[in-house]
Each structure stands twice: as C-alpha cells, then as structure tokens.
C-alpha cells in the first residue's frame, strides 16, 4: 500500500495552526488592484481562520498527510 499523498495546491494555499484549524490567505490581493475599492484590500490583509465545516473538507481531501 503506497503512502497517501497531500495535493501541493493545497500545501502551497493553506497552514495548520497549532490547535488544528486551518488558516487561509484572501484572494483578489496579487494583480489588479489599483481597480480594486480601498476598503477590500484592506480587509483582505493577512491572514483568516476556516469555518470547521470547511476546515474538515480540506483537512480531510487535501491535507491528508499532515
């Protein structure tokens, strides 16, 4: 039986916190952005924690490896 492999994608968009949740970045920040309103890019900064119905989805499908 082979190992299970986790999807690079997924490795590359989201982290694991140490108490286990997932931590994603926002989208709509990387080109195009002069076109974009002031307020979006500033709530789009940093970092935001997953929901726990998504959270499972991913960790389940995506991070198996982890």
């Given at each position: 039986?082979?190992?299970?492999?986790?999807?690079?994608?997924a490795k590359k968009r989201f982290k694991i916190t140490?108490?286990?949740?997932?931590?994603?970045?926002?989208?709509?920040?990387?080109?195009?952005?002069?076109n974009r309103p002031t307020q979006m890019k500033r709530?789009?900064?940093?970092?935001?924690?997953?929901?726990?119905?998504?959270?499972?989805?991913?960790?389940?499908?995506?991070?198996?490896?982890?």
């Amino acid at each position: 039986m082979p190992k299970i492999k986790s999807k690079s994608s997924a490795k590359k968009r989201f982290k694991i916190t140490g108490t286990g949740k997932v931590r994603f970045y926002s989208a709509c920040l990387r080109h195009n952005t002069s076109n974009r309103p002031t307020q979006m890019k500033r709530q789009n900064r940093g970092g935001q924690i997953m929901c726990d119905s998504d959270a499972t989805v991913v960790k389940r499908n995506w991070l198996r490896g982890r």
